[in-house]
């Protein structure tokens, strides 16, 4: 069955400390990657996206992803965190209209 | 580019009346539309799959009777909850895929959400 496991229920870091959101799913083919950001009573924006190619993928705000097939993970990484990065993180994985969104992560910045 | 609209963001009815929510897609056509429900402190629950000049597809457990899709052009969908009660209060999101081909149309594009709160 299709599913998208966050470990991580929440997480705390220093502003400017090193960050890594990790992310498994389980799929019946290799599906197209996602990560998604959300704050507090807002919807999604989408932070980067994996489809194929380079398994080290760029995104906005200073975000990176590393797709590795081998251990079926697509886990978020960004070298220095800042406090407006506090937030829910959403991993979320398929194909077409089948997307299955992981619990998500809490993401929280300390000074 | 790639700019969904939802209206009302917070809405606050009495128990029994309707609501209607709009999911507008403001920079392109979206052939496809999703409707999302979230729990506190949860993730998304997907309720239903909207197409353009289609009928909607409800996953399991969601009541088509209740939670009314319409999809009337390539850039709005509309979810009215019918006789609301206070157990349907909850943050509902939708989403929308561009139409037309390639890698692109994977990727679904969100408004930022209606907090439904049923007195």
């Known amino acids: 069955a299709q599913s998208v496991t966050q470990p991580d229920i929440h997480i705390t870091v220093s502003e400017g400390a090193s960050l890594e959101l990790r992310c498994n799913y389980s799929y019946g083919a290799t599906p197209y990657l996602f990560w998604y950001v959300q704050s507090p009573g807002q919807g999604l924006q989408l932070l980067l996206k994996y489809f194929s190619g380079d398994t080290l993928v760029q995104g906005i705000k200073g975000f990176e992803a590393e797709f590795k097939r081998s251990q079926s993970s697509f886990n978020l990484r960004k070298p220095s965190v800042h406090w407006s990065d506090a937030a829910e993180y959403f991993c979320a994985v398929g194909v077409s209209n089948d997307m299955r969104f992981g619990a998500g992560t809490r993401l929280t910045v300390k000074p | 580019g790639a700019v969904v609209s939802q209206h009302p963001s917070w809405v606050i009815c009495k128990s029994g009346t309707s609501v209607k929510i709009e999911c507008r897609s403001l920079?392109?056509?979206?052939?496809?539309m999703f409707w999302y429900r979230q729990f506190p402190k949860q993730s998304l629950m997907l309720m239903a799959t909207?197409?353009?000049?289609?009928?909607?597809?409800?996953e399991q457990g969601v009541e088509k009777d209740k939670f009314l899709i319409n999809h009337a052009s390539l850039t709005l969908s509309t979810l009215t909850v019918t006789s609301a009660h206070p157990e349907d209060s909850s943050f509902y999101i939708c989403?929308?895929?561009?139409?037309?081909?390639?890698?692109?149309?994977?990727?679904?594009?969100f408004g930022a959400g209606t907090r439904l709160s049923v007195l």
């Open positions: 909207s197409n353009e000049g289609s009928k909607a597809t409800y």
């Open positions: 920079d392109f056509q979206a052939t496809t």
């Open positions: 989403s929308a895929r561009r139409t037309g081909s390639g890698l692109a149309k994977n990727i679904q594009y």
